[in-house]
Nanobody
């Protein structure tokens, strides 16, 4: 499975961006998907996740109410809509796939993810 993230860029505080992550292969609909990020000098952290069913989503407290994760199984793509961006959202954003989630509703936040994309840079200026 290959994951290709795109959509990052340089924006001002308060702006919006939409990240996309396209997956190869036929099993995309069976994967739970997530976005992580790693800011300068920080450890990688969970941002948002969506179950393989698409029914459940999960967000880090720092982005709740501003970011929305969604998926289009017909296009093998997961999205992260980021609104009201803040300078502290500056990071490299990675998409990840959990190929064997525990249930149709399960979203992991850590070591469950088997496949990772290459990352896309998001920079938010103040």
């Amino acid at each position: 499975v290959q994951l290709q993230a795109s959509g990052g860029g340089l924006v001002q505080a308060g702006d919006s961006l939409r990240l996309s992550c396209a997956a190869s292969g036929r099993a995309f609909s069976s994967y739970a998907m997530a976005w992580f990020r790693q800011g300068p000098g920080k450890e990688r952290e969970f941002v948002a996740g969506i179950s393989r069913s698409g029914i459940t989503t999960s967000y880090a407290d720092s982005v709740k109410g501003r970011f929305t994760i969604s998926r289009d199984n017909a296009k093998n793509t997961v999205f992260l809509q980021m609104n009201s961006l803040k300078p502290e959202d500056t990071a490299v954003y990675y998409c990840a796939a959990d190929a064997s989630p525990k249930t149709n509703y399960y979203i992991g936040r850590g070591n469950e993810y088997d496949y990772w994309g290459q990352g896309t840079q998001v920079t938010v200026s103040s």
